[in-house]
């Protein structure tokens, strides 16, 4: 490349670095970084007369990572701490593996320039990924969600605002046996400015008793009988002046189980043994035959001829 190269480079990181996608300029980590890239780096693999240009077009890209339009399915301005943490993670590898290659002057200003124009896009998918499964994921209730604002870098929380009613679910336990009811549901943990769980009794008047106040979110009874059937209310508070959530449980008790006791193999009923007699458990016995060995064959061939022989001989004696 001639000696315009270099200075042509850099007016193109200048004009193309249009708004990026993200804010991870408020991570401190990505701060010290490009502090880092201007005081130890650069001055060893740019020429003086750029490194300050160059670094100010880097830092306004950086910087311009809030400046995604809004759009209600992609971004709104704001991100939770594990997609800012991921998207900063993301583009310091980057910029560790140009400062690794100790690429300098063109071919740093190119790597640097290739580098911010990944990061847009990477940051884009998370901040997509956010919008769509992680902003105000409650389907019900009043969530406090804590996100970053990436105009100011200034961490606030955000009331999503949905119906408080939860639904209603129907509880069956046999009577005896423990009822459990759980009002947790799967976003309460990530929410924040959330007090104590409320289980109310219901009675038919509408009137109701509390059952007990606290930070456990699950209702055990133990031992119920067909007096604790009936609609239990539960109520979880927040900092605000409405419930978060407020989730109704139709108990039933239903009759007790039937256990049927199958006596042991070796329990025997009086039928079974006479009174007065002993039973007494003999060890069961297998004797398998054993085939006789070919002396022992040929020895009792052997005597069965003599036996013979001395018939035959005495039957001649007598007829002479």
Same mark, same amino acid.
């Given at each position: 490349m001639g000696p315009w190269g270099l200075p042509l480079l850099v007016a193109t990181l200048a004009g193309c670095l249009f708004p990026a996608r993200g804010c991870v300029i408020c991570d401190p980590k990505v701060r010290e970084a490009l502090n880092s890239l201007e005081a130890d780096y650069l001055p060893g693999h740019l020429e003086a007369n750029h490194q300050k240009k160059v670094m100010e077009k880097i830092k306004q890209a950086v910087e311009?990572?809030?400046?995604?339009?809004?759009?209600?399915?992609?971004? =709104?301005?704001?991100?939770?701490?594990?997609? *800012?943490?991921?998207? %900063?993670? %993301?583009? *310091?590898?980057? =910029?560790?593996?140009?400062?690794?290659?100790?690429?300098?002057?063109? *071919?740093?200003?190119?790597? =640097?320039?290739w580098m911010l124009h990944l990061a847009k896009n990477t940051f884009a998918s998370y901040a997509a990924q956010f919008q769509k499964e992680a902003f105000c994921p409650n389907k019900c209730g009043l969530m406090l969600q804590p996100l970053i604002w990436c105009s100011t870098c200034q961490k606030q929380v955000h009331a999503c605002r949905k119906s408080k009613n939860c639904g209603e679910r129907e509880v069956k336990v046999h009577q005896m046996e423990d009822m459990i009811l759980d009002c947790e549901l799967n976003w309460h943990k990530i929410s924040q400015g959330l007090t104590d769980y409320s289980f109310y009794r219901v009675w038919k008047n509408n009137s109701e008793t509390l059952v007990s106040r606290g930070k456990e979110p699950i209702l055990t009874k133990t031992m119920v009988r067909p007096k604790d059937a009936g609609t239990y209310r539960c109520e979880l508070g927040s900092i605000q002046s409405s419930p978060a959530t407020i989730i109704y449980f139709h108990v039933t008790v239903l009759p007790k189980r039937i256990q049927e006791e199958i006596p042991s193999p070796n329990t025997e009923t009086q039928d079974e043994t006479a009174l007065g007699e002993v039973a007494v458990d003999l060890p069961h016995i297998t004797v398998e035959p054993q085939t006789p060995k070919p002396e022992q064959l040929l020895r009792r061939r052997l005597f069965r001829v003599l036996i013979w022989g001395l018939v035959v001989l005495t039957v001649c004696v007598l007829i002479a």
């Amino acid at each position: 490349m001639g000696p315009w190269g270099l200075p042509l480079l850099v007016a193109t990181l200048a004009g193309c670095l249009f708004p990026a996608r993200g804010c991870v300029i408020c991570d401190p980590k990505v701060r010290e970084a490009l502090n880092s890239l201007e005081a130890d780096y650069l001055p060893g693999h740019l020429e003086a007369n750029h490194q300050k240009k160059v670094m100010e077009k880097i830092k306004q890209a950086v910087e311009d990572f809030k400046d995604l339009p809004i759009d209600e399915d992609s971004y =709104m301005g704001v991100v939770d701490e594990a997609t *800012l943490e991921k998207a %900063s993670w %993301s583009l *310091l590898k980057d =910029m560790k593996r140009i400062t690794d290659s100790d690429a300098k002057g063109e *071919l740093f200003v190119k790597e =640097m320039l290739w580098m911010l124009h990944l990061a847009k896009n990477t940051f884009a998918s998370y901040a997509a990924q956010f919008q769509k499964e992680a902003f105000c994921p409650n389907k019900c209730g009043l969530m406090l969600q804590p996100l970053i604002w990436c105009s100011t870098c200034q961490k606030q929380v955000h009331a999503c605002r949905k119906s408080k009613n939860c639904g209603e679910r129907e509880v069956k336990v046999h009577q005896m046996e423990d009822m459990i009811l759980d009002c947790e549901l799967n976003w309460h943990k990530i929410s924040q400015g959330l007090t104590d769980y409320s289980f109310y009794r219901v009675w038919k008047n509408n009137s109701e008793t509390l059952v007990s106040r606290g930070k456990e979110p699950i209702l055990t009874k133990t031992m119920v009988r067909p007096k604790d059937a009936g609609t239990y209310r539960c109520e979880l508070g927040s900092i605000q002046s409405s419930p978060a959530t407020i989730i109704y449980f139709h108990v039933t008790v239903l009759p007790k189980r039937i256990q049927e006791e199958i006596p042991s193999p070796n329990t025997e009923t009086q039928d079974e043994t006479a009174l007065g007699e002993v039973a007494v458990d003999l060890p069961h016995i297998t004797v398998e035959p054993q085939t006789p060995k070919p002396e022992q064959l040929l020895r009792r061939r052997l005597f069965r001829v003599l036996i013979w022989g001395l018939v035959v001989l005495t039957v001649c004696v007598l007829i002479a």
